[in-house]
């Protein structure tokens, strides 16, 4: 088992033949990634060699999808162009849209999530500004080192894409079902709360890493969840205990006003919850390690 993510996902990749596309689809196929086209009107009917595989290229997500039974686009395009490119994914009903783009127009966010919640919400949105999801051992969709871990029991979800990259590095011997990097803008598809159901409906994630980090009120409202739904172990940690008040702090997200938003605020939240909250990410590993061991 996996969450929104496994060895049967069928994957293309919006924005393939630039740069940053082609540099991480090479990456994703050597982690075992399925990826079955990339997405490109301009070079539609044209295929890509990545060391001896070739990966055909499509006019649109709709025509990837009827062609290759495609069910996951991970999004490689400009912030000027992604508003669009998600929206025709929503459009063709992709079921998982995986947004990696840094420096996407709130209101662009915005409206693309508002759009698929008008749609129905046929498609689920990760980020943007995220480094996606990894399923251990069976796939991996965005810009997750694929060598730093192996498959075990813990589910992670974070805000932070290096935070993620370093927990799952400090629990590499014990492995991790998936991981998820919701990304920390304003606004995202996938919060902490969706995840942390998914990981609780999920039979083989035993325990589950939380990371947060400063700016807005998700991480009170997952503890809320936590508090209401959750059975399984949560550990969690929260990035930004030193920040200077009302200092915007990396993401666009983090930033802090009065005491709404505070690192310590989310750390009382989340222990009220039953959440055992590390001051550092290892002193976090360490708890995961501690509830794992019993």
């Known amino acids: 088992m996996a969450i929104f993510l496994n060895k049967d996902s069928k994957v293309i990749v919006q924005g393939m033949t630039g740069a940053t596309g082609m540099k991480h ?22 295929e890509v060699d990545f060391d001896g595989t070739s990966i055909p290229v499509f006019g ?12 996951v686009s991970v999004l490689f395009v400009p912030p000027a162009f992604s508003k669009a490119a998600v929206v025709e994914a929503i459009d063709a009903e992709i079921p998982l849209a995986v947004v990696i783009t840094e420096g996407i127009a709130v ?9 698929a919640q008008s749609k129905g919400n046929k498609t689920r949105i990760i ?30 979800v974070s805000k932070s894409g290096t935070l993620t990259y370093q927990m799952m590095y400090e629990l590499r011997d014990i492995g ?20 942390l159901a998914a990981f609780e409906a999920d039979p083989d994630t035993d325990l589950i890493v939380m990371i947060g980090e400063i700016g807005g009120d998700a991480e009170e409202r997952a503890a809320d969840f936590i508090a209401k739904n959750v059975t399984k172990p949560v550990v969690g940690y929260v990035a930004g205990f030193t920040a200077p ?25 989340l222990e009220a919850a039953g959440v055992k909250v590390g001051k550092t990410p290892t002193e976090t590993a360490k708890l995961a390690r501690a509830i794992l061991a019993g």
Request: glycine residues 18%; hydrophobic residues 35%.
């Open 25 to 46: 689809t090479k990456l994703m196929l050597a982690d075992g990634t399925n990826i079955v086209g990339g997405v490109n009107p301009r070079k539609a009917g044209t």
């Open 60 to 71: 649109t997500v709709a025509e990837a999808m009827e062609k290759t039974g495609a069910n």
């Open 107 to 115: 209101h662009d966010s915005a409206a693309f999530w508002a759009y």
């Open 127 to 156: 980020g943007p500004n995220c480094p996606g999801l990894i399923t251990p051992g069976q796939s991996n969709a965005g810009i997750i080192p694929g060598d730093i871990t192996k498959p075990g029991r813990i589910g992670l």
């Open 176 to 195: 991790f079902s998936s991981a998820v990097g919701i990304g920390g803008d304003p606004v995202i598809g996938t919060t902490h709360i969706d995840a």
């Open 245 to 269: 008040e009302g200092k915007t702090m990396g993401h666009a997200g983090a930033i802090v006003s009065g005491s709404s938003g505070t690192a310590a605020a989310k750390k009382e939240a």
